[in-house]
């Protein structure tokens, strides 16, 4: 595919601009236990309704493939051991985030089963006794994915039994896996070694034909162990922990046999190197490199982070996702280039641990973007379906999508419960995107035991600082609003500082706050008073609409952090399959009305924001804002690019309201 010449060029310009600021090795952030954090508002009521009668709470039913029973009867499963893994960890956050009794009735009888099947010597994981620690498909990554989602349990309930099986667990997994025994390299008598080994072949998918034989290779999804290193060092401060995380990505690093190569030191140190491979990989392999920087902080690590984080900048769409629809093949992040589930939800996850340790609020920017329009953009709003692919400009979701090579085709891009046709994968990790933007809202400041509120949105922290109970409410209906009121409660006055994060959407920004002493950044209002129950701070920012150039050239128009886009007319068709039993949970196909493939309209070429403002929606839903959104933008756009006459009444929604749209226009000559 040929590329637009100058978006090599502007990547290396961001490159360079960003080296600048090299990672510091001491966390900015400190994370607070996941059960400091509590949805409110919208938020509360959609992960509420996704864990009842959403596609999360009934994903067992959809793929029981996946339940506990993989891990009571060891029967290897990779898919189970991933899809299961993830689902569990954003169910049991979903439970325990909302108190739900069915909800954590549910997660608890899938967390007791799983510690029931644990073996005498600690294993925890789903592979039967001869097929373990030979380098077998997914066996690491299976491993993690359950232990991740049961430190998850750990931090909401406080039971102890689950943290004690898990570092059990893990102890014997480091034994297991080691320099005698390395998890990345084939030896004679494994099932992948060959001598001749040939080069592997990247994962295409042609018009939804399979995708050609290869070598056999270890996957790298095994990489991703690091996740249970990085949370188990975090709350035993153990060393031991870490030094495995290192060990991990070095040979990781070192081997041949493993695939992607993309977050391998010799990739990202070279700056020439692209990002081509599978894009979940790339995604959650971001924060490996980067926790290495903050632990072990000797070179290539820290450089590498800085190098794996700013190549990224190459490949966002317009709604804040990564290029990725399977692979990321080095394409330019046109506006109708697709984006996967899977890297949409791995990448928040990457993003959050980049905000927490460089304190870089770009990130948090990034995050808001990502969650608030691809990933609220790719599901349905009453949880029953994600789009597996999904796109910022998006003209049909269909199961049977031809997009020409190297595009992944293959059942993925229609809106449906669970994706058996293209693969599961998808629907268990969208359960985790809200959850796990929920347990980074806020977090410590690692200096000075203050609190920062980094990502917006309804929701209410817990917390001691300095000894003292403190609890705010954040009251808003962001991003839907550019007023957010901090409501104060503590056992006794406290003083500390309370950071506010600023957007680099926000424009003017007006803070209010008794008594309070306000120091001003460009990225960050820092608030420092003694605190007392009834002491509140409102915070408001302007919001101007921003119109943005994209890759080939068009406009898009953003304000806060959404992407307002043009709803294209479509109609759904339902695709009569079974689904696990559950009648009520169909799939859609959506097709565009019409079979043009431009919007028809051209923006004006000086300030094509000024012909749009913000008003409410007379048809607004305050607990299912993306049904009905209560902001958009009403304005106008000429039909001839070459007449100003021209020029009709338009109305832009938020991206995640829609299923079909342009998000971007030509302008007028």
Known sequence: MNKPIHWRAVAAIILYLFAARAFCLSPVYEPLPLNAIKPRGWIYTQITNDATTGMAGNFLKLRPQCGSGSWVEKDGSDGAGEMGGNWLDGYVRMAYLTGVPSAKAKADAFVADVLKAQEPDGYLGNYPADKRYKRVGRELFSESRIIVALLADYELTGNKKVLDAVIKSVRLTMSKYNQANKPFTFVPGDAGY???????????VDEGKPAPDKAHSINGHVLMFVDVCEWLFRLTGDRAYADYAKFLYDEYCRSSDVHPDE?????????????????????????????????????????????AYTKLLRYIVPAGAMCSDEGVHDFPPVPTQGYEYCTTTELAT???????????????????????NAGQGARTADGKMIAYNSASTLLAAVEDLKLGKNHNSNGRWQYSPAHQIGGSCCSANAVKLMPHYVSSMWMKTAGDDGLAALLFGPSQVSTTVTGVAVTIEEETSYPFSDSITFRITTASPVQFPLRLRVPAWAGAVTVEADGATVENAPDMRVLTKTWQTGDAVTVTFQNPIIASKCVGGEISLNRGPLLYVLPWPSKKTVLKKSRGGVP????????????????????????????????????????????????????????????????????????GSTMLRFASFPQAN
Do not use: C
């Not at 060959?194 to 295409?204: A, C, G, H, I, T």
């Open 350 to 372: 990457s993003l959050e641990s980049a905000v927490e340790k460089t304190g870089a609020m770009k990130y948090a920017d990034m995050i808001e973007r990502l969650v608030f």
């Open 194 to 204: 060959d001598p001749n080994k040939k080069p592997v072949v990247e994962d295409n």
């Open 584 to 655: 009520e949970y169909i799939e859609w196909d959506v097709k565009p009305l019409s079979a043009k493939t431009t919007s028809g309209f051209y923006l004006e070429r000086t300030a094509p924001e000024a012909a749009f403002r913000a008003q409410p929606n007379r048809l607004s839903d305050r607990n299912f804002p993306w049904a009905q959104p209560s902001l958009i933008l009403t304005g106008s756009m000429r039909t001839d690019k070459n007449n100003p006459n021209s020029r009709k009444p338009v109305t832009l929604f938020p991206l």
């Open 263 to 307: 977050i391998k030191v010799a990739s990202l140190l070279n700056s020439a190197s692209p990002y081509e491979g599978h894009g979940a990989h790339i995604a959650e392999h971001l924060r490996v490199p980067l926790f290495l920087a903050y632990t072990d902080g000797s070179e290539p690590y820290p450089q590498a982070a800085q190098s």
